[in-house]
């Protein structure tokens, strides 16, 4: 996350929880990006092309707002985890209604809850170019929120095939498949695509 908007982000969650809906509004469009992103992942390991994920995070947005004062956290990293959690929820309630169950699944919601949270770690792997130095690098949870931002920039084709590879982690022959491309250029995208996400990065950093 881009030191700017860190500071935002630590600025509105105390006024957030003091009961400023404004603040709350902005603190939570401020990682609409990174939310979509994770229920992305999540639709496309599920129910791809049945749900779609922009949907999943205003129903997540929605929630946040009715629940607000449960919120106890003062950091980002603190304020990002729990909209992970309200997430696994609608999640869960969007995999039941499917599944035609009614009943609330808290294994689900736990499972679901784990596997948001190692694709939040895992946003990074391999995709920070190495000349960022320490000194420039945000804690985890703003780096991730970080990437999803500069994910969102890139062409429709880079994004899906970056998600695609390191983030639902297929090889690249299900890659080729799954975006009805051949193997040659599927790497060859997925090079410039890095390339070019790398840039974005070092120019956020």
């Given amino acids: 996350m881009h030191p700017d908007t860190a500071a935002a982000c630590e600025h509105l969650i105390p006024l957030a929880r003091g009961g400023d809906g404004a ?31 922009g949907d999943l995070v205003q129903e997540t947005f929605l929630d946040a707002h009715r629940h607000v004062g ?88 880079y994004r899906e095939v970056i998600v695609l590879r390191h983030l639902a982690e297929l090889t690249f022959p299900e890659v080729a498949r799954r975006m009805d491309r051949s193997l040659d250029s599927v790497e060859k995208l997925w090079m410039r695509a890095l390339s070019r996400l790398r840039r974005t990065l070092r120019e956020a950093l």
Wanted: charged fraction near 30%.
């Fill in 70 to 157: 449960r919120f106890r956290g003062t950091s980002n990293a603190e304020f990002a985890s729990w909209l992970r959690q309200i997430l696994a929820g609608r999640l869960s309630h969007t995999l039941r209604r499917y599944l035609g169950t009614r009943c609330r699944d808290v294994d689900l919601e736990r499972r679901l809850e784990a596997e948001l949270d190692r694709t939040s770690q895992s946003l990074d792997r391999g995709l920070v170019a190495a000349e960022s130095s320490p000194s420039q690098r945000a804690a985890r949870s703003e780096r991730a929120v970080l990437l999803s931002e500069a994910l969102a920039e890139l062409p429709q084709e």
């Fill in 23 to 53: 603040a709350l509004g902005e603190l939570l469009e401020l990682h609409r990006n990174y939310l979509t992103l994770l229920a992305q992942i999540q639709l496309g390991r599920r129910l791809r092309g049945k749900v779609e994920p």
